[in-house]
Antibody, heavy 116, light 107 residues
C-alpha cells in the first residue's frame, strides 16, 4: 500500500531550527516529484516547497525562501525539509505530498509549533 | 501570484442534495485546476485533477468542470460521508495556490 509518513515535528523557540523527514512505502520514490504543504491551525492549505524526482529542480514559496531547504535521498526513499530561523507564523501541520501540479498521495502530517 | 477565490466559504445541505462550489482564478489558468476533500482531522485527498478528471477510486457523484478563470465542483447527491472541507488548487505557475476552502455540513 502506498504511504507517506512524516516525522520530526515538535516545539521550537522562535529563531530555532527543525528538520522534517518524510518516508515512503509502496511505490518507487525516485520516480516521483515531491512537495511540502502546510496548514496552520484552523486555516487553509499553503504549498511550501517542491523538489523534482532527481532533486535537480527546487522551488519555494516566498514565505519560506532563504529559511527552508528541501532535499531528498532517493537511495533511502526519504524527503526532508530543513527549517531555520523559525517564526511563530510557521506553526502548522506539515504534510509531504507526492506529485507535480496535483498531489495524489499525502502523509498524515507532522506538527511544528514555534513558541517561546 | 495567481489568486484563487472559492465560494461559498461554508455550505449546509441535506442528504441527497446537489451541491456546487465555485472557484475563480485571477487570470487564465487553462484547466490547471484540482479539487481536494479534507475530512475533519485527516489529510487532504485528491478528488479531481485537470478541472474535470476524476481521480481513481473517487465516487462518480463528484465532478468538476470549467476552464480559463471559472471552475465548478459538484456533488450530485450529497452523502453523510461527504462532510468535509473542499479546496480548489491551481498549478498554472508557481507558487501553487489553494482556495480558501468550503466547509460543507449536513442539515
Amino acid at each position: 500500500q502506498e504511504q507517506l509518513v512524516e516525522s520530526g515535528g515538535g516545539l521550537v523557540k522562535p529563531g530555532g531550527s527543525l528538520r522534517l523527514s518524510c518516508a515512503d512505502s509502496g511505490f518507487t520514490f525516485s520516480d516521483f516529484h515531491m512537495n511540502w504543504i502546510r496548514q496552520a491551525p484552523g486555516k487553509g492549505l499553503e504549498w511550501v516547497s517542491y523538489i523534482s524526482s532527481s532533486g535537480l529542480t527546487i522551488h519555494y514559496a516566498d514565505s519560506v525562501k532563504g529559511r527552508f531547504t528541501i532535499s531528498r535521498d532517493n537511495a533511502k526513499n526519504s524527503l526532508f525539509l530543513q527549517m531555520n530561523s523559525l517564526r511563530a507564523e510557521d506553526t502548522a501541520l506539515y504534510y509531504c505530498a507526492r506529485g507535480f501540479g496535483y498531489f495524489d498521495l499525502w502523509g498524515r502530517g507532522t506538527l511544528v509549533t514555534v513558541s517561546s | 501570484d495567481i489568486q484563487m477565490t472559492q465560494s461559498p466559504s461554508s455550505l449546509s445541505a441535506s442528504v441527497g442534495d446537489r451541491v456546487t462550489i465555485t472557484c475563480q482564478a485571477s487570470q487564465d489558468i487553462s484547466n490547471y485546476l484540482n479539487w481536494y476533500q479534507q475530512r475533519p482531522g485527516k489529510a487532504p485527498k485528491l478528488l479531481i485533477y485537470d478541472a474535470s478528471n476524476l481521480e481513481t477510486g473517487v465516487p462518480s457523484r463528484f465532478s468538476g468542470s470549467g476552464s480559463g478563470t471559472y471552475f465548478t465542483f459538484t456533488i450530485s447527491s450529497l452523502q453523510p460521508e461527504d462532510i468535509a472541507t473542499y479546496y480548489c488548487q491551481h498549478y498554472d505557475d508557481l507558487p501553487y495556490i489553494f482556495g480558501q476552502g468550503t466547509k460543507l455540513e449536513i442539515k
